[in-house]
């Protein structure tokens, strides 16, 4: 078994120990960046490795960048290595965050070229209500043969972005709940709005009782947001380029594969004050 987007418990119990299987812990609190090992170290997923949001699937903070630029790509095939990982390793990620934090995990892996990379669909606490299954032992494996091909997501920069936004034939989708799309709440950034133009979607949408959405109803629901556009003509956002991801993953799983990435979203945008910034609803 191979997968792109999703696997369930129970696929995952019948290949949890399969030699070409690795299983990701990417727990995360942006309030306290030590709460995910922690966590981890209490009790996962037998077998899990752990990946650091912070440490290990972003990159250097300069006074350019966003709050989690992406990791020098070389760097990320050493981590992937030293996971065990190899070229036809299927990844499967978790976090207990409806896969906000996975799916970045997701998205640089097939940044990297791997296609054989899923989210544990329900995360960790579904893993937990069916199984009760937890270990706290780390994983000893080989070192991996992991090996960067061309990307299988498009990520844009701002240039790009100026480029673009405002232009009828390009949508920006931000990922970030109404308070701080509006502006009306921005408990993380110093500044707070959107990028003229942007369209809102909360990534907690593309999920229901904790598991993500049909295909079929998450297609219907991205239909008006594409209003006619190719999925190529859509472009991702949220405060850092992290639950953006998210809806990247939703439109995979619908069907409608091609949007890009602004891999620094909001929090890059705004580190120019010449930069335009709208409040408000839509």
């Not at 095939?77 to 207990?96: H, L």
């Not at 993500?212 to 209003?227: H, I, M, N, Q």
Request: aromatic content about 10%; hydrophobic content about 45%.
């Amino acid at each position: 078994m191979r997968s792109s987007t999703l696997v369930t418990v129970e696929q995952l119990q019948q290949h949890l120990f399969d030699h070409d299987w690795v299983v990701v812990d990417c727990r995360h609190d942006l309030a306290d960046f030590s709460a995910g090992f922690k966590a981890y170290r209490a009790g996962h997923v037998p077998g899990a490795t752990f990946a650091h949001i912070e440490e290990d699937l972003a990159g250097e903070i300069t006074p350019a960048t966003g709050r989690h630029p992406l990791p020098v790509r070389e760097h990320l095939v050493t981590i992937f290595r030293e996971w065990g990982i190899n070229d036809s390793t299927q990844i499967v990620a978790y976090d207990a965050h409806g896969g906000s934090y996975a799916g970045r995990l997701w998205w640089l892996a097939r940044w990297l070229g791997h296609a054989n990379v899923a989210l544990l669909d329900g995360g960790w606490q579904a893993w937990l209500a069916a199984t009760n299954w937890t270990s706290i032992e780390e994983p000893e494996r080989p070192e991996g043969q992991f090996s960067a091909g061309a990307p299988l997501v498009a990520v844009v920069d701002t240039a790009h972005v100026l480029a673009k936004y405002g232009d009828d034939r390009t949508v920006i989708l931000d990922a970030r709940n109404a308070e701080r799309f509006e502006g009306r709440n921005e408990p993380i950034d110093p500044v707070a709005g959107r990028i003229p133009g942007a369209v809102n979607r909360f990534w907690q949408n593309n999920l229901e009782d904790g598991k993500f959405k049909s295909a079929d109803r998450l297609r219907a629901e991205f239909a008006p947001v594409l209003g006619g556009r190719a999925p190529a003509q859509l472009i991702h956002q949220c405060g850092s380029g992290v639950t953006a991801a998210h809806n990247v993953l939703a439109m995979e799983i619908a069907g409608l594969p091609g949007s890009a990435l602004f891999a620094g979203s909001w929090s890059e945008w705004i580190r120019d004050a010449r930069r335009p910034v709208a409040t408000g609803p839509a």
